[in-house]
C-alpha cells in the first residue's frame, strides 16, 4: 500500500461565489499527525468533510491510500474513524446502542464497542441515555466510534473542544499511543496550538481557504527556537569578542544593533562582562522566541487577521 | 446493505416511541372492535368491511415511521458519521428507504393482530361472512401497499430536501391533501386523477377490478421521488 495516506490536488469546495477551499494540495504520509492550523473560518472543517465525503469538492482531486476513483474512496473511508465538528448520536440511546448500531452497520467485531468504551473512559455509563451525557462525554463518545475497528487514519476536527484538563491529556495520549503503537495516521485540526504543539509531526497553516505554509515539527522548531537577543552598539567587535573570547559560532547579526545567540549558555553575564570590558556598550540582553501560536499569527500577516 | 438495514431496524427496536406508537395505534383498533359491538357492524363480515373502508388511515402514519428512520438522523447529524465510514450514499439512501418500509410492514401486520384478533375475540361470525371477504380485503391491503410505498418515497424525499422533519411534514400532508385544491384553483382538475389521495380512496371504495390504474400511478409516482431522492442526497453537505 502507498506510503501516503491522504494527498489532495488543487482541491476546492465553493458555495456559490465564495470559496471555502481554494486549490488546496496537502500530502499526508503513514504515521504523520498532521496538524490543521488556522484561524476560524479558514477552510479547516471543510477540507475535513472533503476528505470524509461529507460534502462533494468543486474541483481538484482527492486521493486516499493511493486510490482517487469514487468506489476505492469509499473503500479507502470504511479504515478511517472520524469525528467532524460535533459528534452526531442517536440522544434516545446509550452509549453502548450507539456505538452498537455503528458496530452492526459496518460489520465490525462484537467485542469493539466495549473495547472502545473502556478505551475512552465511558465503559461504566450504563444505560445513561446520550443526551444525558456532558459536553466531556459527548467528545469521548465521538472519540470511541473513530477509534472502534482499529482505524488506519483518524481524522479529527476540534476534538478536545469541551474536555476538562484531565481530559485533554489523556485524549493526547490516546492519540499518541494510536499512533506509536498502530501506526495509526492522524489528520486533526483544532485551536488549542499548545496542544497541537504536543503531538504534531507535520502542520499545515491555512488561511483564507489556502494553504499557506507547511511545515515538519522539527522546521517548525527550528523556526520556533528561542534565541538571546543582546543589544550593543557595534556587533562587529561584539562578534569577534564571541568567537575569540568564548568560541561561540552558533550566533547571527540581526539588524544594526543586535545579536542572537541561539544557544544556551549557563552564564549569560559573562558575555556582558566582556564586552564592557572591551569597550562594547550594552542596552539590553533578554531571552526572546516566538510560539506556535506567534508564528501562526505571524505567517497569516498579524493579529488583526488571526 | 443488510447491514444497514440491520442496524437501523436494531436501533428503532430499541426505541420506546416506536412501541407507543405502534401499540396506540394497535389498543386503538382494539377499542374500535369493541365500539362495534351491538352496532350494524358488530360482526366479523362488519369488521373486514370496515378495515377496507380503513387503509388509507396508515397514510396519516407513515410520517412518523420515516421521521425515526429517516429524519432524526438528519436532527442528530448521524449521517455523517455512517458517510464518513466510507457507505456509499445510494445504498445508505436506499437502505433507509427498505428498513421504513420493512418497519412499515411490521407496524401493520401488529396492527392487523389486533385488530382482527380483537374481532375474532369481541365479535360474533355472522351468516354473511365468507373467507371470499378477507381475500378481497387482503387484495385491497396489498394494492394499498403500492400507495404506501409511493407515500413513503414522498415523505423521504421532502425530509431530505429541507432537513426540518417539521417543515417535510407539513409538506407532507399538504401534498395529500391540499393538492386537490391547488389544482382545482389552478382548473386543472384532471390533475386530481394521479394524486395518491385519489388512488387510495379508489383503492378503498372501488371494486377489484379497478384496483390495477391506483397501483401503476402509484408506482410511477414512487419511482419519481425516489430517483429524484436519490439525485439530491448524493450532492448533499453533511454537517
Not at chain 1, 250 to 265: D, P, Q, R, T
Not at chain 1, 282 to 300: A, D, P, T, W
Not at chain 2, 160 to 171: C, D, E, G, P, V
Request: charged share 20%; aromatic share 12%; net charge neutral.
Amino acid at each position: 500500500m502507498s506510503e501516503t495516506v491522504i494527498q489532495t490536488r488543487n482541491i476546492s469546495k465553493c458555495y456559490g461565489k465564495f470559496a471555502a477551499v481554494s486549490d488546496m494540495s496537502i500530502r499526508v504520509n503513514r504515521g504523520d499527525i498532521y496538524a490543521l492550523v488556522g484561524q476560524n473560518g479558514a477552510g479547516k472543517t471543510t477540507l475535513l468533510k472533503l476528505v470524509c465525503g461529507l460534502t462533494p469538492p468543486s474541483g481538484g482531486e482527492l486521493e486516499l491510500f493511493g486510490e482517487t476513483s469514487q468506489r476505492q474512496l469509499e473503500l479507502g473511508r470504511s479504515h478511517m474513524g472520524t469525528m467532524i465538528e460535533t459528534p452526531g448520536f442517536f440522544p434516545y440511546l446509550s452509549a453502548k446502542d450507539n456505538l452498537e448500531y455503528y458496530r452492526i452497520q459496518r460489520g465490525g467485531k462484537k467485542g469493539n464497542v466495549d473495547e472502545a468504551l473502556a478505551f475512552v473512559g465511558l465503559d461504566q455509563t450504563g444505560n445513561k441515555k446520550f443526551k444525558n451525557f456532558s459536553l466531556g462525554m459527548k467528545q469521548r463518545l465521538g472519540l470511541a466510534l473513530a477509534v472502534m475497528d482499529d482505524p488506519e487514519l483518524l481524522i479529527l476536527d476540534e476534538p478536545i473542544n469541551g474536555l476538562d484538563p484531565m481530559g485533554i491529556k489523556e485524549f493526547r495520549d490516546i492519540i499518541l499511543k494510536l499512533n506509536r503503537e498502530k501506526q495509526t495516521t492522524v489528520l486533526i485540526s483544532s485551536h488549542i496550538l499548545g496542544e497541537l504543539s504536543q503531538i504534531a509531526t507535520t502542520y499545515g497553516f491555512i488561511s483564507k481557504g489556502k494553504i499557506v505554509e507547511h511545515v515538519s515539527s522539527e522546521e517548525l522548531k527550528e523556526k520556533c527556537r528561542s534565541f538571546l537577543q543582546i543589544e550593543v552598539d557595534n556587533t562587529a567587535l561584539a562578534s569577534d569578542i564571541l568567537k575569540n573570547k568564548f568560541s561561540v559560532e552558533n550566533f547571527e547579526v540581526a539588524g544594526a544593533n543586535a545579536l542572537h545567540i541561539n544557544e544556551k549558555y549557563d552564564n549569560p553575564e559573562l558575555f556582558v562582562k566582556a564586552f564592557v570590558e572591551n569597550g562594547v556598550m550594552v542596552s539590553q540582553v533578554y531571552r526572546s522566541g516566538i510560539n506556535l501560536e506567534q508564528y501562526f499569527i505571524k505567517l497569516i500577516g498579524g493579529s488583526e487577521n488571526a | 446493505m443488510l447491514k444497514m438495514i440491520h442496524a437501523d431496524l436494531y436501533k428503532t427496536f430499541h426505541r420506546a416511541y416506536f412501541y407507543v406508537l405502534m401499540l396506540s395505534v394497535s389498543a386503538l383498533c382494539v377499542v374500535m372492535v369493541f365500539a362495534m359491538r351491538g352496532g350494524e357492524y358488530g360482526n366479523w363480515s362488519g369488521a373486514v368491511m370496515t378495515g377496507a373502508a380503513l387503509l388509507s388511515y396508515p397514510i396519516f402514519l407513515l410520517p412518523m415511521i420515516t421521521q425515526i428512520v429517516y429524519a432524526e438522523d438528519f436532527r442528530d447529524h448521524t449521517l455523517k458519521n455512517s458517510i464518513a465510514f466510507g457507505t456509499n450514499r445510494t445504498t445508505l439512501y436506499v437502505s433507509k428507504w427498505l428498513t421504513t418500509i420493512v418497519l412499515g410492514i411490521f407496524m401493520t401486520v401488529v396492527v392487523l393482530a389486533f385488530y382482527f384478533g380483537g374481532t375474532a375475540l369481541l365479535l360474533t361470525k355472522d351468516s354473511a361472512f365468507q373467507w371470499e371477504l378477507v381475500r378481497e380485503f387482503l387484495l385491497r391491503l396489498a394494492a394499498s401497499c403500492a400507495v404506501y410505498i409511493a407515500a413513503i418515497s414522498m415523505s423521504v424525499f421532502f425530509i431530505q430536501l429541507f432537513n426540518k422533519s417539521t417543515l417535510a411534514i407539513f409538506l407532507y400532508y399538504a401534498a395529500f391533501y391540499l393538492t386537490e385544491y391547488l389544482l382545482k384553483l389552478v382548473h386543472w382538475s384532471k390533475g386530481i386523477d394521479y394524486l395518491l389521495k385519489t388512488q387510495i380512496l379508489t383503492i378503498c371504495q372501488s371494486p377489484l377490478a379497478k384496483l390495477q390504474t391506483p397501483v401503476v400511478i402509484s408506482v410511477i409516482t414512487m419511482a419519481v421521488f425516489f430517483i429524484a431522492g436519490i439525485v439530491f442526497f448524493r450532492k448533499k453537505d453533511f454537517t
